[in-house]
Structures are given as structure tokens and as C-alpha cells.
């Protein structure tokens, strides 16, 4: 449960990280740069720290793997 709870931080961080870099882009806003920064570097240790704590529970890790495209290419 705690990896997951790590990993849904990440995707929250994540999703905050993409709404403020949509602020930043309205010219009217001003925003501190080192805000967007912040914010993916804190997405980038919490996916580290849901890894760590994985590896340290010994809980096996699962990978993610794009789907194939099962369509036929015209």
C-alpha cells in the first residue's frame, strides 16, 4: 500500500508540475521558474522513494510495458 500511496503522490506532483507549466505559458501569469523545477524534481524522488521502498519490502517490481499495436498497418 505505501508504494502505491508513493507513486500516487508522484502522479498528483506530476499532475500540479503540468498545470502550473499551462499557467506559465497564459502570458497574463507570472510564475517563479524554480516552482516548475521544484515540482519535477520532487516527482522525480518520489518515484525513486516508491522504488526504494519496494526494494527494501522486497515487494518484486512491475515493469511497465507499452501495448503492442495489434491494428494492421495500412
Known amino acids: 500500500r505505501i508504494i502505491a500511496q508513493a507513486h500516487l503522490a508522484r502522479s498528483l506532483c506530476r ?12 502570458a ?6 524554480a516552482a516548475c523545477i521544484y515540482l519535477n524534481r ?3 524522488l518520489l518515484f525513486v522513494a516508491a522504488r526504494l521502498i519496494g526494494k527494501r519490502l522486497g ?10 499495436n495489434t491494428e494492421p498497418k495500412s
Do not use: F
Open 15 to 26: 499532475r500540479a508540475e503540468r498545470r502550473l507549466l499551462a499557467v506559465a505559458a497564459d
Open 42 to 44: 520532487l516527482s522525480d
Open 28 to 33: 497574463t501569469q507570472q510564475i517563479n521558474p
Open 59 to 68: 515487494t518484486p517490481e512491475v515493469l511497465w510495458a507499452p501495448r503492442r
